[in-house]
């Protein structure tokens, strides 16, 4: 019997979880599942965001908040496929349906390497040829997208999006929140605040204060901005039976 999986979000994110559920046998590293042998299926997809959507996802889709409670009632795991630069809102959403005692899937490229001594937290997904050093941590609700490269003893915070190509230098610690761009190279023993957004292409010279937006080679410091979370989908849930 599959366990039946909910999944917060409809867009290219939630397209890439799809088909690695859907190939779980050749596609997922199984101890990450905790050896879970049993197929998954994509129960529903919820965007309230969204009336129609846009891919042909396995699964049920709507959007209203009214059904909510209903559905997730059906589904033992969930996803939360949210992207790019929406860590915070990634992580706060997850917690939120881990109060419905649905339980996070870590999903992890067969093609992905975990180092020796590595931690990887719940709700991590590890997309083909990411890499991962020993001695290093990656945090709850991180995106670990292809062949982005964490080296050994890192630290990575929760809710963080290390993109395709970046690279990250020895001994970095990166903070809570933090996207890091495409093609970025973060250079050994820099740190990077809460809430920071690393642009494509940029090196990191020096360490990065929280909510700063840095750019170019080597990067410089273009403006601050802070992460936006909407808590009214929150309440609106909660307000149903």
Not at 152 to 172: L, N, Q, Y
Not at 218 to 236: A, H, M, R, T
Request: with cysteine.
């Amino acid at each position: 019997m599959a366990n039946k999986v909910f999944i917060w979000g409809s867009k290219s994110y939630a397209l890439l979880v799809d088909d690695m559920l859907k190939n779980a046998s050749t596609m997922l590293n199984n101890k990450y599942l905790n050896n879970n042998k049993n197929k998954f299926k994509i129960e529903y997809i919820f965007d309230p965001y969204s009336k129609k959507k846009i891919y042909d996802l396995q699964g049920t889709y709507f959007s209203k908040t009214t059904e909510f409670k209903k559905n997730v009632k059906k589904c033992k795991n969930f996803i939360v496929c949210i992207g790019e630069n929406f860590g915070k809102a990634r992580h706060l959403t997850s917690q939120f349906l881990e109060k419905f005692e649905l339980r996070p899937l870590t999903l992890i490229s067969k093609y992905s390497v975990i180092g020796n001594k590595t931690t990887i937290g719940k709700g991590v997904v590890a997309m083909p040829f990411s890499y991962v050093n020993a001695y290093s941590k990656i945090g709850d609700y991180t995106i670990l997208n292809s062949n982005s490269n964490i080296e050994h003893e890192c630290t990575i915070g929760k809710g963080s999006h290390i993109m395709s190509g970046a690279c990250i230098a020895g001994r970095c610690e990166i903070g809570d929140y933090v996207t890091i761009g495409s093609n970025a190279t973060i250079l050994p023993d820099i740190k990077i605040e809460d809430g920071s957004y690393i642009g494509a292409g940029s090196v990191v010279t020096k360490n990065v204060k929280k909510n700063s937006v840095i750019v170019g080679v080597p990067g410089k410091y273009l403006k601050s901005k802070k992460q936006v979370v909407d808590l009214k989908i929150f309440n609106e849930i909660l307000q149903y039976k």
